[in-house]
């Protein structure tokens, strides 16, 4: 068990300075990704807001610092904060920040170097750009969220993942580094407009392409990565269980009809459509006749591309995350621990969301002892 109560830094990012200010979603789970590469992240706060639990697993590795913004004297200590800082994160909706008096262009005032992320669902303008929405409005807009679903039945949200952090956590954390590396060749800090709308499309150029080269149906459930294929899917086992399979390639593909023993007439039905349903249906006894534990004790581990379907709490247990220490404790509770990993600057968790908030002059004492803006 790690026992991490104070920020203690190591990762490829020890150095880089952000100022955060608290937010929901993606915003907050971009800076925990930077912080667990070792940058210093320091979150602005409201004098108002709940103490951050140790169990906010994504609030972890930052000191907070609560200060109310309509104030003038706090908005020139947070200024202070950024002449010292290499980046700042915030996620309110397009024009509340100029209004606080921490626009970029003022910030810029005193920070030339600092670049400055902002993480919104539509970005900083269009019509859309002051209307309220979350993940599922995003990727509705985009166009992602009509392809995931069964095709007679809605689209399916496929949690947060989509929108809030694929979209948005990791082009924004993108977007962040390549302009840090921009303003230490250059001197010059520059806005990054983070918009989930924007990611979620751009995640969807794959999907683009096969539409261009006619190989995308227009419908739920009829492609080759929407469950459509009868090759990649899940399917249920006799304990009502279910499994995930996907060999897309020929030697892969025959290989699980080996291990099912598919009928001979259905192994060359891989991309004949019109034989999909007779090969889905073949493959879904198959799986019936087995318990997920049996299956795995089958198949898992060869090339068939299977994969057992398991909670969060089972995938702990599984023998490969187990192996490669993918949960680890922090003050007993359980986290996830940082990906990617390093081979010369592993990142850690810095401590745990439970801090308590320190103040600005602290911060500040500690940030002055080093030159600004160093590595």
């Not at 999909?276 to 006894?285: E, V």
Request: glycine residues 10%.
């Amino acid at each position: 068990m790690e026992k991490n109560s104070s920020p203690t830094r190591e990762g490829p990012l020890v150095g880089l300075r952000i100022v955060e200010f608290a937010g929901l979603g993606p915003g907050p789970f971009a800076c925990m990704l930077l912080s667990d590469m070792g940058a210093e992240v320091v979150r602005i706060d409201r004098p108002d807001a709940p103490p951050m639990s140790p169990l906010d697993i994504v609030g972890r590795g930052r000191r907070t610092i609560l200060l109310d913004l309509k104030r003038p004297e706090a908005v020139e200590q947070v200024l202070q904060l950024l002449e010292k800082a290499d980046a700042l994160v915030e996620g309110f909706r397009p024009g509340v920040m100029e209004r606080l008096g921490l626009g970029p262009k003022l910030v810029a005032q005193r920070n030339p170097r600092l670049v400055y992320g902002r993480m919104t669902g539509w970005g900083q303008d269009g019509p859309l750009a002051q209307v309220a929405g979350h993940d599922i409005n995003y990727i509705a807009v985009a166009g992602a969220l009509a392809t995931i679903g069964e095709a007679d039945r809605g689209p399916v949200p496929p949690l947060n993942l989509v929108g809030d952090y694929g979209g948005g956590s990791l082009y924004l954390v993108t977007g962040l580094l390549a302009a840090l590396l921009h303003a230490r060749a250059t001197g010059e800090g520059q806005v990054v407009d983070a918009a989930i709308c924007d990611g979620v499309l751009s995640m969807l150029n794959n999907n683009l392409s096969h539409r261009l080269r006619d190989l995308y149906r227009d419908q739920r459930y009829s492609n080759m990565l929407d469950g459509g294929a009868p090759y990649y899917t899940t399917y249920e086992t006799a304990d009502k269980r279910h499994v995930a399979v996907g060999p897309i390639e020929p030697q892969f593909f025959a290989l699980l009809c080996q291990q099912l023993d598919l009928p001979d007439t259905l192994r060359d039905a891989q991309k004949d459509r019109a034989r999909w349903h007779l090969l889905r249906d073949a493959i879904a006894a198959a799986f019936r006749q087995r318990t997920l534990a049996e299956w795995c004790l089958r198949i898992e581990g060869s090339d068939s591309c299977f994969a057992p379907v398991l909670t969060l709490e089972e995938a702990q247990q599984h023998p490969h995350i187990q192996s490669r220490k993918s949960f680890t404790s922090v003050d007993g509770v359980t986290h996830i621990a940082p990906a990617p990993r390093f081979s010369r600057t592993p990142g850690r968790i810095q401590c745990s969301a439970g801090v308590p908030p320190v103040d600005v002059a602290s911060v500040l004492a500690s940030w002055l002892k080093d030159s600004p803006n160093q590595q």
